[in-house]
């Protein structure tokens, strides 16, 4: 019938070619551009918003945390990093144990201790363990986790220290609280010394996705001929170990280093 647009085969019928056409002389041509074509700006639309969403996941990705080049490939008690610490404890012989060190998709952990024992005389022997622990966090940021020590109070169980094959086991509780927490300036990010309890010291330190942890416990032991001391009062003091502080702070520095290279 004339002045009935011609229906366009293969297109189910519904579409009149004068809005298919792209030619210059066709019915199309007299209307605003892309009038005839709505299925255009649909299709630019998902194309626009799909940009906008990869963007987001592009932004997302780029929080990833910044390890400033640490890795874990060794035993971190082994090395000479901590020797700022041994020596200001003393002239003794430090023992390092097997590090523990679990690797995963999300976070890379390293643990070991350095341990040591003197007599002091008397029949007394004291003990110092120091514990390394660094973690490195790949997909998510650990500053949180971090900072929440200086605002919470939590009760900590203090463990068991190792002398050879003896397990020694240590009783009580305490608590922790923010006059436990002394900021300490110059290391990483952040960092901060506990007071976890008596006969301890804590430096904590945030570098990026790193979180990296040096702590040193003392006790004195009786290691004499009889089953137990004439004068039970007459253990050597190592309940003030806040004079070690400084050697923590050089340990931690080479530790770090170390770490990064």
């Avoid at 966090?137 to 939590?154: G, I, S």
Wanted: charged content about 15%; aromatic content about 4%.
């Amino acid at each position: 019938m004339i002045g009935e647009p011609e229906m366009v085969e293969g297109t189910g019928g519904d579409l009149p070619s004068d809005v298919l056409s792209d030619s210059d002389d066709g019915p199309a041509k007299a209307n605003a551009p892309w009038s005839g074509r709505p299925w255009v700006w649909a299709v630019g639309g998902i194309a626009v918003a799909s940009a906008v969403w990869a963007a987001v996941l592009h932004g997302v990705g780029a929080t990833t945390p910044d390890l400033h080049g640490y890795h874990l490939g060794g035993n971190p008690c082994a090395g000479s990093a901590l020797g700022p610490l041994e020596d200001a404890v003393g002239k003794r012989s430090f023992a390092a144990s097997d590090a523990n060190m679990s690797q995963g998709p999300a976070l890379d952990k390293v643990s070991c201790v350095l341990s040591s024992n003197s007599p002091t005389g008397d029949g007394w022997v004291t003990d110092y363990a120091v514990t390394v622990t660094v973690e490195l966090h790949k997909k998510t940021d650990p500053r949180a986790e971090f900072e929440n020590v200086r605002h919470a109070r939590a009760s900590t169980v203090p463990g068991a220290s190792r002398d050879g094959s003896a397990v020694l086991a240590v009783t009580g509780t305490d608590t922790t609280s923010a006059d436990d927490v002394h900021p300490v300036t110059g290391v990483g990010d952040e960092a901060y010394f506990l007071d976890s309890r008596a006969s301890a010291q804590t430096l904590q330190v945030l570098h990026g996705g790193a979180v990296l942890t040096l702590q040193i416990t003392g006790y004195s032991r009786w290691n004499g001929p009889t089953g137990s001391p004439a004068d039970p009062d007459g253990a050597p003091d190592v309940s003030d170990l806040s004079g070690l502080r400084p050697a923590m702070t050089a340990a931690m520095r080479h530790l770090m280093t170390s770490l990064a290279s």
